[in-house]
């Protein structure tokens, strides 16, 4: 798995404001999606391309679109689709599928609960998002749904990825053998004693949306 974490003084200057449990809700999801509109713009860098022949008005010249099939774009629910806007900013012609999981805050195990994807992802550039990579079990969960759907090129895009999650979501794309890119604003210290990642930003779900229950 390709890792790219994204360095640029404005990421750093968003992803502070983030962390602090300070910051309150509508700002939160406004950085969220500012954040994912900067870490898109790296991770479409291989998005791919067809020709095409325009005419400026001046002359007939040779461009570029976007490839059909049209990327996959697929939050994962909850926090992933604070993502969305952001990255259809950036790509608006992107499909969107999602998937639904939540992570058993005792086993610490992912549960998916709800799926819309298109049936055959064979052939298809798929954007995972999810702003949080903690064990790596959720996204780790959504790769392999994908795979089994036939997905041959995966890029995620998490805000903030935890070396644990990191690790694990290698071991897994080394056993499927199916190219991956991660593209993170940061790679934190480590996982406390409850699977959140420190220093983290909390429950990226529940900053965004609320508490769930
Ligand atoms: O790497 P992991 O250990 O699996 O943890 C990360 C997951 O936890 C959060 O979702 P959560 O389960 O809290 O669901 P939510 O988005 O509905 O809040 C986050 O958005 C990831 O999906
Ligand atoms: O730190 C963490 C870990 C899992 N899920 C979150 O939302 N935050
Ligand atoms: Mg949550």
């Known amino acids: 798995m390709e890792l ?26 406004r950085l969220v999606e500012e954040l994912v509109t900067l870490l898109a713009y790296e991770a479409t860098r291989g998005v791919r391309i067809t020709e095409t022949r325009i005419e ?28 969305l806007d952001g990255m259809l900013r950036l790509m608006p012609t992107a499909e969107v599928g999602f998937l639904g999981m939540i992570r058993d805050e005792e086993t610490l195990q992912p ?58 979501l290698n071991r897994l794309l080394a056993d499927l053998d199916v190219p991956c890119t991660l593209v993170v604003a940061a790679v934190d210290e480590r996982l406390n004693e409850h699977g959140y990642i420190v220093p983290g930003l909390g429950d990226a779900g529940d900053r965004l949306y609320g508490l769930a229950d």
């Open 4 to 29: 790219c974490v994204v360095t640029h003084p404005l990421v750093d200057h968003k992803l502070t404001v983030l962390r602090n449990k300070h910051t309150e809700q509508p700002v939160f999801r």
């Open 111 to 168: 549960v998916t609960y709800a799926e819309r994807l298109p049936k055959d992802l064979s052939g298809r550039q798929c954007y995972v998002l999810d702003p949080m990579l903690a064990t790596g079990g959720s996204l780790g969960g959504a790769v392999q749904y994908l795979v089994d759907r036939g997905a041959d090129d995966i890029t995620c895009i998490c805000l903030l990825a935890a070396p644990e999650g990191i690790e694990k």
């Open 56 to 83: 400026t008005p001046v002359t007939a010249t040779t461009g570029v679109k976007l490839a059909q099939p049209a990327p996959l774009v697929v939050p994962i629910l909850r926090a992933g689709l604070g993502m």
